[in-house]
């Protein structure tokens, strides 16, 4: 009797153990729903969704898509787009830019340069179609805008 009761001890641990180790094993593999979302360097995309954007030098940006459900989904698309001089200089004398105090929710390191922004209600009607919600941020120092929008 002794030894049944041990054997059943033996067994309920083994079975805590394996009960356990799946559960760590499938936790591990879990994912939200949402893919490893990296940073993009393809300028592209930005300038399709945006085409009247131009002077691009670079850019620096992400998006996803919201929701998981099937069928047509909205996404997100946040970023940084490094200006030429003569496009950024045409920026600045053909809006009225707003000092602006945010936060960009995507990070970029500046190389501890301050960002100024800055934005302009025109300027986000004239750049982005009316499908898209959000705005851009201008920094006239250096000549970069942010984005954050939605479609």
């Given at each position: 009797?002794?030894?049944?009761?041990?054997?059943?001890?033996?067994?309920?641990?083994?079975?805590?153990?394996?009960?356990?180790?799946?559960g760590?094993s499938?936790?591990?593999?879990?994912?939200?729903?949402?893919?490893?979302?990296?940073?993009?360097?393809?300028?592209?995309?930005?300038?399709?969704?945006?085409?009247?954007l131009?002077?691009?030098?670079?850019?620096?940006?992400r998006?996803?898509?919201?929701?998981g459900?099937?069928?047509?989904t909205?996404?997100?698309?946040?970023?940084?787009?490094?200006?030429?001089?003569?496009?950024a200089a045409a920026l600045?004398?053909?809006?009225?830019?707003?000092?602006e105090?945010?936060?960009?929710?995507?990070?970029?390191?500046?190389?501890?340069?301050?960002?100024?922004?800055?934005?302009?209600?025109?300027?986000?009607?004239?750049?982005?179609?009316?499908?898209y919600?959000g705005?851009?941020?201008?920094?006239?120092?250096?000549?970069?805008?942010?984005?954050?929008v939605e479609r």
């Open positions: 009797m002794n030894i049944k009761v041990h054997t059943m001890q033996k067994l309920l641990s083994l079975s805590v153990i394996l009960v356990l180790l799946i760590i499938l936790y591990s593999g879990y994912s939200s729903g949402q893919a490893e979302i990296s940073y993009r360097t393809d300028i592209k995309p930005i300038s399709e969704r945006f085409p009247n131009t002077g691009i030098d670079k850019v620096y940006w998006g996803s898509t919201i929701g459900d099937f069928g047509p909205n996404y997100w698309m946040r970023g940084y787009v490094f200006l030429s001089q003569a496009a600045k004398q053909d809006y009225a830019w707003e000092n105090l945010i936060i960009p929710k995507l990070q970029y390191d500046f190389k501890g340069k301050l960002q100024h922004w800055s934005s302009s209600d025109d300027f986000d009607a004239y750049i982005k179609s009316s499908s919600t705005h851009f941020y201008f920094d006239q120092k250096q000549n970069v805008l942010y984005f954050d």
